[in-house]
């Protein structure tokens, strides 16, 4: 009887540290807000946000080394590296899972130095990107791979804003309402995917 008394009491311990480390922020994200959040955290995101992938990195590139301007303000935005699926009908958006973020590491620096204020993927980040997050004081949030469809439920409204002829991989505008992810790199440079790691070899 002692030890399921104390088994519940380090349950309801354990809930509410992770209470304690539930966010929830609206985008877009100030600098302010960036800053309050911590490697580990989870958040939950309601607001706007914009979706781009490779080739729509590719082409924004291609316009900044143009001097041209980008077809959206990206200054304290997000940017949600997916390509949805087709929507099925009455749904705003098919699945929408994210996508290996290191495809867009040479990209996101410069992206990030103009402004852009968080980005969502999965994966690990360049060097290059962690030293843009931590100058910009910016941040990396996770979202869960393979949960696509779930994610989908969070998204209300999608609009095609920009490159329309790349077809999935146009640049999108999502209102979504507390779309989960997790804070993998914070302002200050800490890695979730490290700090997990050095505590799973430490136990």
Same mark, same amino acid.
């Given at each position: 009887?002692?030890? &399921?008394?104390?088994?519940?009491?380090? /349950?309801?311990?354990?809930?509410?540290?992770?209470? /304690? #480390? /539930?966010?929830? $922020?609206?985008? +877009?994200? =100030?600098?302010?807000?960036?800053? =309050? !959040?911590?490697?580990?955290?989870?958040?939950?995101?309601?607001? &706007?946000?914009?979706?781009?992938? %490779?080739?729509?990195?590719?082409?924004?590139?291609?316009?900044?080394?143009?001097?041209? #301007?980008?077809?959206?303000? $990206?200054?304290?935005?997000?940017?949600?590296?997916?390509?949805?699926?087709?929507?099925?009908? @009455?749904?705003?958006?098919?699945?929408?899972? +994210?996508?290996?973020?290191?495809?867009?590491?040479?990209?996101? +620096?410069?992206?990030?130095?103009?402004? !852009? @204020?968080?980005?969502?993927?999965?994966?690990?980040?360049?060097?290059?990107?962690? /030293?843009?997050?931590?100058?910009?004081?910016?941040?990396?949030?996770?979202?869960?791979?393979?949960?696509?469809?779930?994610? =989908?439920?969070?998204?209300?409204?999608?609009?095609?804003?920009?490159? %329309? %002829?790349?077809? &999935?991989?146009?640049?999108?505008?999502?209102?979504?309402?507390?779309?989960?992810?997790?804070?993998?790199? %914070?302002?200050?440079?800490?890695?979730?995917?490290?700090?997990?790691?050095?505590?799973?070899?430490?136990?």
């Amino acid at each position: 009887m002692k030890c &399921t008394v104390q088994r519940i009491e380090k /349950d309801k311990e354990e809930s509410e540290e992770q209470t /304690d #480390m /539930d966010q929830h $922020i609206t985008a +877009p994200i =100030s600098k302010e807000e960036a800053q =309050s !959040l911590k490697a580990g955290d989870y958040v939950y995101i309601t607001g &706007t946000i914009y979706t781009a992938r %490779d080739a729509a990195h590719k082409r924004m590139d291609e316009t900044l080394s143009r001097g041209e #301007m980008l077809p959206v303000n $990206i200054e304290n935005q997000m940017i949600y590296y997916m390509g949805p699926s087709p929507a099925r009908e @009455g749904r705003p958006i098919g699945s929408a899972g +994210p996508t290996t973020a290191s495809r867009m590491d040479k990209y996101a +620096p410069k992206l990030l130095d103009l402004g !852009l @204020g968080a980005m969502i993927g999965k994966g690990k980040r360049s060097q290059a990107v962690i /030293d843009a997050i931590i100058r910009n004081k910016s941040v990396y949030f996770a979202a869960v791979g393979g949960a696509g469809a779930l994610l =989908s439920k969070c998204i209300k409204k999608s609009e095609i804003v920009a490159y %329309d %002829d790349l077809g &999935t991989e146009a640049i999108r505008k999502l209102e979504v309402e507390n779309l989960p992810v997790i804070v993998v790199i %914070d302002c200050e440079g800490n890695n979730l995917y490290e700090t997990a790691i050095k505590e799973y070899c430490e136990e």
